[in-house]
């Protein structure tokens, strides 16, 4: 079967450096992906891991074991507009991309 | 403002209205999607064309009918829906399927209210 596990709502200080952690099972795997959606928008690509390791863009750098079906997004210098909702998105062997159940981070000031 | 565009915003249809969904991309994309997504749940996809062919049906039920008319545009004809489809209706666009690590881009949606 397909699961997908990632914490539902994550509340951090401006400037602070928040991990969002995501486990998975799937039907083969190709890699994993993030995306962030604003309420009443669209979700919007951040980052894609196919390889083990980490990927740094800007602020948001993105982690992944395949031993361990495990990997995590990072956010540091957090900002107000980073307040919004946050799916892991592994894609399968039939090259479905599946979406997690999201977190919802709050950013305070 | 995103590179995907869906028409119309907002649809409000009763239950034995016929009405029509729209998306268009220009970015050369060969994979389409259509995704369902519910309040504070995460997208579930619905359906995927590949270069115009419907590749992935998610035994979507039959009063959803997508059509792919060419490579730029993508319809969901919506037939006898129940309330319960109420929810938002998103496109997104990609490399075709099997470029891994091809993002998908998605459109702002369609809010439908089915009365």
């Known amino acids: 079967g397909q699961s997908l596990e990632q914490p539902s709502e994550v509340t951090a200080v401006e400037g602070a450096i928040v991990q969002i952690n995501c486990t998975y099972q799937t039907s083969g795997f190709y890699g994993l992906s993030w995306y962030q959606q604003h309420d009443g928008g669209a979700p919007t690509f951040l980052s894609y891991?196919?390889?083990?390791g980490l990927e740094e863009t800007g602020r948001f750098s993105s982690f992944l074991s395949r031993s361990d079906s495990y990997g995590y997004l990072l956010l540091q210098e957090l900002q107000m507009k980073d307040s919004a909702s946050y799916f892991c998105?592994?894609?399968?062997?039939?090259?479905?991309?599946?979406f997690g159940s999201g977190t919802r981070l709050l950013v305070r000031p | 403002d995103t590179e995907v565009t869906q028409t119309p915003k907002h649809l409000v249809m009763g239950m034995t209205n016929k009405k029509s969904l729209k998306c268009e991309q220009h970015?050369?994309?060969?994979?389409m999607y259509w995704y369902k997504q519910k309040a504070k749940k995460p997208p579930e996809l619905m359906f995927v064309y590949s270069y115009e062919k419907l590749s992935i049906n998610e035994s979507v039920p039959s009063r959803f009918s997508p059509e792919c008319p060419n490579s730029s545009l993508l319809n969901l004809h919506l037939h006898a829906l129940q309330p319960e489809d109420s929810a938002l209706y998103l496109c997104a666009s990609s490399q075709p399927s099997s470029s891994y690590n091809s993002p998908l881009h998605f459109g702002n949606g369609t809010r439908l209210t089915v009365t």
């Open positions: 998105a592994p894609m399968d062997s039939s090259y479905k991309l599946i």
């Open positions: 970015m050369g994309h060969r994979a």
């Open positions: 891991n196919a390889l083990d």
